[in-house]
């Protein structure tokens, strides 16, 4: 198993410019999630998703569209960069069951976006 | 919504001291969860901690969750080079799929 894969690992945007992170996850997970990871902030939930067509919002969803059309994938768009976008995303999977936040998250390796 | 606070935010030690992390919460927590994030690496699990009062061993890793299940620790003994890295806590208050709140990590920095 590949396990979570992120593409690409490193980016750099022009402000303005539209992008999509994408995530995917071959472990046939239900629970998908958005993480930002800024220095001395943690990691901020973006958003969402508890399978298939569900997308919800987290703690930090301006600027940020997701949609989940297939168990694997889960893309994250910026739609329109700005340099606070600037940051390393993490997507992160993991079994859903009835308490999805009680099992382990698997990461991705992570996204290094650069926007000037 | 949730807040969970991790302290110290970086620490200093001689390879072979102990380390500890602290994790609080104003709310009652569902269950806690630790991860590790090597320099330039990616968040791995630990471990999770779900019962009031529980301690869990791994090692030289001892992780606590508090009586009210309001707090928890991660306690490392002599550490090693091996341990550098970010030691986040994350919580789960329960009540609905609102995600996991993680604390802003703690920085072990291992002076050889």
């Not at chain 1, 994408?22 to 508890?50: F, K, T």
């Not at chain 2, 102990?18 to 569902?30: A, M, P, Q, V």
């Not at chain 2, 061993?57 to 928890?72: D, I, M, Y």
């Amino acid at each position: 198993n590949a396990g979570v894969t992120q593409t690409p690992k490193f980016q750099v945007l022009k402000t303005g410019q539209s992008m999509t992170l994408q995530c995917a996850q071959d472990m046939n997970h239900e629970y998908m999630s958005w993480y930002r990871q800024d220095p001395g902030m943690g990691l901020r939930l973006i958003h969402y998703s508890v399978g298939a067509g569900i997308t919800d919002q987290g703690e930090v969803p301006n600027g940020y569209n997701v949609s989940r059309s297939t168990t694997e994938d889960f893309p994250l768009r910026l739609l329109s960069a700005a340099p606070s976008q600037t940051s390393v995303y993490f997507c992160a999977s993991s079994y859903s069951g009835r308490k999805p936040m009680t099992y382990e998250q698997y990461f991705g390796p992570g996204t290094r976006l650069t926007v000037t | 919504g949730q807040q969970v606070m991790q302290i110290p935010q970086y620490q200093h030690v001689q390879e072979g001291e102990d380390f500890t992390t602290y994790c609080n919460s104003s709310t009652t927590l569902s269950n806690i969860q630790w991860y590790k994030q090597r320099p330039g690496g990616h968040p791995v699990f630990l471990i999770q901690l779900v019962k009031s009062g529980e301690v869990k061993k791994q090692k030289r890793l001892t992780f606590q969750f508090g009586e009210a299940k309001k707090n928890s620790s991660l306690h490392i003994t002599a550490t090693q080079t091996t341990d550098v890295g970010t030691y986040f806590c994350a919580a789960y208050s329960g009540g609905g799929a609102d995600g996991l709140t993680f604390g802003k990590g703690t920085h072990l920095i291992i002076q050889p």
